[in-house]
């Protein structure tokens, strides 16, 4: 998802399986990673409150539940992750 309209907010990617799809919109899933990738808090973060908001979106709709899975990039920052020391 990009910003629209020159806006200065964040570009991610989400892959995310059809267990998020099916009842979070594109929209949704949007306003969710974008937020939590503006306040800073990170692409792991953001994708971990995104599958929340996909398990709590099936809880309301069906008694089953799906897989649920998603993975955020953003688009052009630098990786914040801790060094690996061998």
Same mark, same amino acid.
């Given at each position: 998802?990009? @910003?629209? $309209? ?6 991610? /990617? =989400? ?5 998020? !799809?099916?009842?979070? %919109? ?13 306040? @800073?808090? $990170? ?6 409150? /995104? =599958? ?5 979106? !099936?809880?309301?709709? %069906? ?24």
């Amino acid at each position: 998802f990009l @910003g629209e $309209g020159g806006e200065a907010s964040p570009q991610f /990617l =989400v892959v995310a399986s059809d267990g998020v !799809w099916d009842y979070t %919109s594109a929209k949704d899933a949007a306003t969710v990673v974008g937020r939590h990738l503006q306040m @800073g808090k $990170g692409a792991k973060v953001a994708a971990e409150t /995104l =599958v929340l908001l996909a398990q709590e979106s !099936w809880e309301a709709e %069906s008694p089953d539940l799906d897989d649920i899975t998603a993975i955020v990039v953003q688009i052009g920052s630098r990786c914040q992750c801790p060094e690996v020391q061998g």
